[in-house]
Structure formats: C-alpha cells, structure tokens
C-alpha cells in the first residue's frame, strides 16, 4: 500500500501544467473558431456563382446559343446557386427587343427567375446601343418585359460584373 501511495505521490510531481499565457491562449481562440467554423457550417454551403453572357452580334445561331445557356447552366448547378446575367449591345440588343426570335424563351426565363431566391437569369440591355439607335432611327427600340437596361453601357457592366468574379462567355 505504501508503494501506492509513493507513485501517486510521485505522479502529482511529475505532471506538468499548461498554462494559457497571452500568446497560447491567442492560439487557442484561433484554433477553436477555425474547429467551430468546420463543424456548424452546413455541409451543402456552396459558393455562390455568377456567369455573364456578352452578346455583341445578331446572329440567329448566337441569339438561341446565348438563351441555351441562360436555360441550361441553372438547371445544372442549380437556380438558387447561380446567376447568369445576359448582356446584349451593338447588332446584339435584337435579342432583347420584340422582335426577337428567341422571345418567348427569354419572357419564360424572366418569369421563372422572378420566383428563385436571388437565383435565375437576367437580361441586360446596353443603354449606349439603345441611344445610337434613337439618334439614328429617331425612335428606342421597345424592350421585352423584364429586360434592364445598363448605364453608362455593356462594357461597363460586363467590367463590373467581373470585378466581382463573374465568368465571362461572348456569343
């Protein structure tokens, strides 16, 4: 029994304490949020992401290509984890107008986009192209429903997009 009692003894000599001085406990702290960080964020956070399509031309195959992909890349990654946002200028705005062949895809897109939580696609027309055609034609060409136009114009909005880490694509 006196054995016993020595390497109790003897254990409570040899155990070293660990003491939180200023720099340990800033550690610590660090340490634990990043542990905290991993364990409470649900597993199904995504990131997420945003895709401009440029549409500069008026090319029937370009106009469906660019609605293809407004159509297609939501249903792949997911309407609520993705935006597009399709800017048309130059000979490219005919896809926004009326009298657009792809019209009735877009107004559908638009409507579908209104009921997602931030998700969906976007139509955006170039205010620069808009007022060339004024000056020229004397009248602004009428937009679809829904369609926004960007001010000063479509460089500057594919620019802003861009800076904020939107992918790019031109039709």
């Given at each position: 029994m006196a054995d016993l009692v020595l390497n109790n003894q003897q254990t409570k000599r040899n155990r070293k304490v660990f003491k939180l001085n200023p720099v340990n406990a800033k550690k610590f702290s660090v340490l634990a949020g990043v542990?905290?960080?991993?364990?409470?964020?649900?597993?199904?956070?995504?990131?997420?992401?945003?895709?401009?399509?440029?549409?500069?031309?008026d090319d029937p195959k370009s106009l469906k290509q660019a609605v293809n992909i407004a159509s297609?890349?939501?249903?792949?990654?997911g309407i609520d984890n993705v935006t597009v946002?399709?800017?048309?200028?130059?000979?490219?705005?005919?896809?926004?107008?009326e009298k657009s062949p792809e019209g009735e895809r877009i107004q559908s897109l638009i409507t579908q986009s209104e009921s997602t939580m931030g998700g969906g696609t976007t139509f955006s027309?170039?205010?620069?192209?808009?007022?060339?055609i004024k000056k020229?034609?004397?009248?602004?060409?009428?937009?679809?429903?829904?369609?926004?136009?960007?001010?000063?114009?479509?460089?500057?909005r594919v620019?802003?997009?861009q800076e904020k880490g939107c992918s790019y694509i031109r039709i």
């Amino acid at each position: 029994m006196a054995d016993l009692v020595l390497n109790n003894q003897q254990t409570k000599r040899n155990r070293k304490v660990f003491k939180l001085n200023p720099v340990n406990a800033k550690k610590f702290s660090v340490l634990a949020g990043v542990l905290m960080m991993f364990f409470f964020l649900p597993a199904h956070a995504v990131e997420k992401r945003c895709l401009i399509v440029h549409v500069p031309q008026d090319d029937p195959k370009s106009l469906k290509q660019a609605v293809n992909i407004a159509s297609n890349i939501p249903k792949q990654l997911g309407i609520d984890n993705v935006t597009v946002e399709i800017v048309a200028q130059g000979p490219g705005l005919k896809l926004l107008t009326e009298k657009s062949p792809e019209g009735e895809r877009i107004q559908s897109l638009i409507t579908q986009s209104e009921s997602t939580m931030g998700g969906g696609t976007t139509f955006s027309a170039c205010a620069a192209t808009m007022k060339g055609i004024k000056k020229k034609t004397g009248k602004e060409p009428v937009l679809l429903e829904g369609v926004g136009v960007v001010h000063p114009g479509a460089v500057a909005r594919v620019m802003e997009l861009q800076e904020k880490g939107c992918s790019y694509i031109r039709i």
